[in-house]
């Protein structure tokens, strides 16, 4: 049987690697929702210039994203408030 992995190893483990966008925040947000470009072509405007293998970090953007409350739509109360 293999060896189970703890699931706090496996979270620091995202967590630590998520860290490596960390510098690319301001870009990333300017690029996603300023400029409103899909995910894919910001992954890969910020592959370009970290030179990282941002492809296979797909799940890692989506929770950076999350993480820092980048949005690019209203959410429902959002919408109330405004209105």
């Known amino acids: ?8 190893q496996a979270t620091n483990r995202g967590q630590l690697a998520g ?4 510098p690319y925040r301001e870009r990333i947000t300017q690029l996603y929702k ?3 470009r899909p995910l ?16 296979s970090m797909e799940k890692m953007f989506k929770d ?3 993480l820092w409350n980048v949005k690019r739509n209203l959410s429902r109360t959002d919408v109330a408030a405004a209105l």
Do not use: H
């Open 1 to 8: 049987m293999a060896p189970r992995t703890n699931q706090r």
């Open 34 to 36: 300023i400029e409103k």
């Open 40 to 55: 894919n072509e910001v992954m890969g405007i910020i592959g370009q210039e970290s030179k990282m293998d941002v492809f």
């Open 64 to 66: 950076r994203l999350r």
């Open 19 to 22: 860290r490596a966008l960390d």
